[in-house]
């Protein structure tokens, strides 16, 4: 399982939430303490807002604590949003291209958890990717298409409604095809820049953990698949089910809803 955070409000060195807390993400890089995994070496990635609309990216295949880039550039880089990954690799090659958080036009995406069977599950993932959408995939990973799938169904126009859509369209497949016990478990933040989109969601009712912070010491908030203090009160834990949309000064909380002949037919199938 990989970890990620993703933090909103005023302007800080990257460092403020990737290096520089007790139980940072580059922490949690070498031990993860909720996680299958307590390494997670296969690449990195941070995905930051500046002063255009488009986010700026950087990503490599070296565990985050081996690049030597990684500690200037979060010294040195500054940003109101921006979103980071460290990654354990579950579906494809740990390559450039297979490193979170993808990106296309305003948005970034990053995702931690498995699409199960994704083999047997990938090809009519594929045949729901509108065309120009499905040129820009660069990867080999489940992420990648469950990303593309959000945009072709109109992530730009509504992310709630995108969401579901997706969702249902995934759920539906493995109720086709089958999981064979193996279940579908999202856990993702992404953003357009302005917000940050976080769920978490798996058949089995067990998504890898993410939680979301009060107001931090510099201002802002921040979601993380770890607490970066360690264990505190100012963290809760993101539900089930719920997709949380945050900007800066508010919190909304969207249900996600799925058919439910969709989950029951995965249910029969793992039992």
């Not at 949309?245 to 439910?260: S, T, Y």
């Amino acid at each position: 399982m990989c970890r990620l955070a993703a933090y909103i409000g005023t302007e800080i060195p990257l460092e403020n939430i990737i290096a520089r807390p007790r139980h940072s993400l580059l922490v949690q890089s070498q031990d993860a303490q909720e996680a299958k995994l307590r390494v997670n070496g296969d690449g990195f990635g941070i995905a930051w807002y500046g002063h255009l609309p488009e986010p700026g990216l950087f990503k490599d295949v070296l565990p985050a604590w081996a690049d030597t880039n990684l500690p200037s550039i979060c010294r040195l880089v500054r940003s109101r949003l921006f979103l980071a990954h460290v990654r354990a690799a579950t579906t494809g090659a740990s390559s450039r291209e297979n490193c979170h958080p993808f990106t296309h036009g305003r948005w970034a995406f990053m995702h931690n958890g498995g699409i199960g069977n994704f083999g047997h599950l990938r090809r009519d993932m594929e045949a729901l990717i509108g065309d120009d959408y499905y040129a820009l995939r660069r990867g080999t990973t489940d992420s990648e298409l469950f990303f593309l799938m959000m945009l072709s169904n109109g992530l730009d126009a509504d992310a709630p409604d995108a969401l579901r859509k997706t969702l249902d369209q995934l759920l539906g497949i493995a109720a086709r095809r089958g999981t064979a016990g193996q279940p579908i478990r999202l856990t993702c933040a992404f953003s357009d820049g302005t917000r940050i989109f976080a769920f978490r969601f798996a058949d089995d009712r067990q998504a890898p953990t993410l939680y979301l912070s009060d107001c931090l010491d510099h201002g802002g908030r921040a979601f993380a698949s770890e607490p970066l203090e360690g264990p505190c009160a100012r963290w809760r834990a993101v539900e089930q089910d719920q997709l949380y949309e945050l900007a800066p000064g508010r919190l909304d909380v969207h249900a996600i809803a799925v058919a439910p002949s969709h989950t029951t037919s995965l249910r029969s199938l793992s039992a």
